[in-house]
T-cell receptor, first 107, second 113 residues
Framework: KNEVEQSPQNLTAQEGEFITINCSYS?????LHWLQQHPGGGIVSLFM???GKKKHGRLIATINIQEKHSSLHITASHPRDSAVYIC?????????FGTGTRLQVFP | DGGITQSPKYLFRKEGQNVTLSCEQN?????MYWYRQDPGQGLRLIYY???????QKGDIAEGYSVSREKKESFPLTVTSAQKNPTAFYLC????????????FGPGTRLTVL
């Protein structure tokens, strides 16, 4: 069993829809990261959080430490949001990555 | 502009040859990392360095080697001992090696023929 599980693996949406991507983990962590990987392969860090909720533009990330669960929400989705979204947790001195959620948003 | 560069974007090599992947950063970060990404798997840590002239093995270091002679450079050599070298390789850096956000390079896709 992977220490970090993401769901769903693949997600398609129509432009404007509200998107939720989930991440569950099984180890004690000091922080959780949400990353975005574009089709070309480059990865951008979206959020780092250890409690509560963070918002940046149309993106919202939440974490529940007791339940070992985090969600990434995208409001008013747009085709440019199409990417792979990766959850990673910091455990000990390293990051453990989920396998990613591939999101496609159609106009 | 500050950032991390990796070159080349695509690299082809014959089986049995060593190959070195370049990673340079001008962010003045102390820590640098090498990851490998395979289809259907999360990124896996190959090597990391928290300071110049020091580096540690990650989870899948066998068949790889690194050096950290300068703060801004962390090249990765894929040796002939690596059984399945074809993969996408990502370099990253962070201010320190603790809880800081990691900044990723654009990656190098290595294909061994």
């Amino acid at each position: 069993k992977n220490e970090v599980e993401q769901s769903p693996q693949n997600l398609t949406a129509q432009e404007g829809e509200f998107i939720t991507i989930n991440c569950s983990y099984s180890v004690g962590i000091s922080a959780l990261h949400w990353l975005q990987q574009h089709p070309g392969g480059g990865i951008v860090s979206l959020f780092m959080l250890s409690s509560g909720k963070k918002k940046h533009g149309r993106l919202i990330a939440t974490i529940n430490i007791q339940e070992k669960h985090s969600s990434l929400h995208i409001t008013a989705s747009h085709p440019r949001d199409s990417a792979v979204y990766i959850c990673a947790v910091r455990w000990a001195d390293k990051l453990i990555f989920g396998t990613g959620t591939r999101l496609q948003v159609f106009p | 502009d500050g950032g991390i560069t990796q070159s080349p974007k695509y690299l082809f090599r014959k089986e049995g040859q060593n190959v070195t992947l370049s990673c340079e950063q001008n962010l003045n970060h102390d820590a640098m990392y090498w990851y490998r990404q395979d289809p259907g798997q999360g990124l896996r840590l190959i090597y990391y360095s928290q300071i110049v002239n020091d580096f540690q093995k990650g989870d899948i270091a066998e068949g790889y080697s690194v050096s950290r002679e300068k703060k801004e450079s962390f090249p990765l050599t894929v040796t002939s001992a690596q059984k399945n070298p074809t993969a996408f390789y990502l370099c990253a850096s962070s201010i320190t090696g603790n809880t800081d956000t990691q900044y990723f390079g654009p990656g190098t896709r290595l294909t061994v023929l």
